[in-house]
């Protein structure tokens, strides 16, 4: 981002600077926002990339002495001679105009998603290009974070194999099921994933008031008949609920539902949470989906008035999940792994019979968005000065 400085000046009493491009765009700067940020060595910890300046040092009525400029930075003087300066592109990145701010909140949180339905081309890579190339693995995980889900194939059909996209990414989120947990059928299950019946539509662990963000889920030995993998892109129902039925949109993202989970596995469990099962952010957009029809405790804490038409509104999501428009079936095989927003993704499975031997095993971990989010950004500056 290489910017020219054609002017720059202090307005409205030194309490603001204008910068003039040598494009003919302006942009304007607080003087405290630039006293806050000054990125002199007593200010601003550069080895660290923060900030040393502390708050109560701060005049929030400041204004500016002294400004000069070059073509590539603005040098400012404070009131008690404190000096600061800041380079062209810096201030560019960071100028306050609209058009600005939503272009960099882009590049740092990449929002853009892509619906999907029933004809969806599920995105496959490599396991081990993952791993071993940086290129490939941006792919994967800015797939990821725009259509939710990625298939990898060819990993070894033994466990630990998603130990490895642990390592890649940073590191797995650990919850009371373990670093990794076994998806087979058990005995005295403490989860129904662990038999083999049906599992309809939902997302995991919504009995935390912090979900995982993405699940890893490895075959490791697959049934011949059944056992088939569903999923719905969640925030697309969302749409069409919201659509379709705003009364029923609007119950479910405004009441709030307890989920629960007890038992004994890594350790012992008793956990608590409150949901509302769609999830809304400022601005009215669709973040997260908490949903899990097993973990949804009896304890309802809402008037019983409300009890009835919040059953109705869930029963039309649920249904609207299970439409031939939306639902995408498809079978992992043996070194399949399927990585996925567990966020936004509402995943089932069809039953398939029991035996006297376990005939389908998948190992699964979680990871949360803000690791995979970091190994994003990381992997997509090392790409781009690549190229």
Not at 176 to 191: E, L, P, R, S
């Amino acid at each position: 981002m290489h910017c020219a400085i054609q002017n720059a000046e202090a307005l409205d009493g030194a309490h603001l600077m204008q910068v003039l491009w040598q494009d003919g765009a302006k942009s304007l700067y607080p003087a405290v926002w630039l006293r806050d940020n000054c990125q002199c060595p007593d200010c601003y910890l550069d080895s660290a990339k923060a900030r040393k300046l502390l708050l109560e040092a701060l005049d929030v009525n400041i204004g500016i002495k002294g400004l000069t400029f070059d073509r590539k930075k603005v040098h400012i003087t404070w009131p008690n001679d404190h000096y600061s300066e800041f380079e062209a592109d810096w201030l560019k990145k960071r100028c306050f105009s609209q058009e600005a701010r939503e272009k960099l909140q882009r590049q740092l949180f990449l929002p853009e998603c892509q619906y999907w339905g029933s004809k969806f081309q599920l995105p496959t890579l490599d396991f081990e290009d993952v791993l071993k190339d940086d290129e490939q693995a941006y792919k994967w995980l800015s797939s990821l974070k725009k259509v939710g889900i990625v298939r990898l194939t060819g990993a070894s059909d033994r466990r630990g194999e998603i130990l490895k996209l642990g390592k890649r990414i940073g590191f797995l989120y650990l919850t009371f099921y373990g670093h990794t947990w076994q998806v087979q059928d058990k005995i005295d299950a403490n989860n129904v994933a662990y038999t083999t019946g049906k599992l309809s539509f939902h997302t995991d662990y919504p009995a935390l008031h912090h979900p995982p963000g993405v699940q890893f889920l490895h075959c490791i030995k697959q049934t011949v008949t059944g056992g088939d993998s569903e999923i719905v892109d969640g925030f697309n129902v969302c749409r069409k609920l919201k659509e379709k039925n705003p009364r029923a949109f609007q119950i479910l993202s405004s009441t709030f539902v307890d989920f629960t989970d007890i038992g004994v596995d890594y350790c012992d469990f008793s956990v608590q949470s409150k949901h509302k099962i769609i999830e809304l952010d400022d601005k009215g957009q669709v973040v997260r989906i908490n949903f899990n029809n097993a973990t949804r405790d009896t304890i309802f804490d809402v008037p019983v008035e409300k009890v009835q038409p919040f059953y109705a509104a869930l029963k039309e999501f649920v249904d609207l999940m299970n439409c031939k428009e939306f639902k995408f079936t498809f079978k992992m095989n043996p070194g399949d792994v399927i990585t996925f927003d567990n966020w936004r993704l509402l995943h089932g499975r069809q039953s398939y019979e029991a035996g006297t031997e376990i005939s389908r095993h998948l190992e699964g971990a979680y990871a949360d968005w803000d690791v995979v989010m970091s190994r994003l950004r990381i992997l997509g500056q090392s790409v781009q000065n690549r190229n």
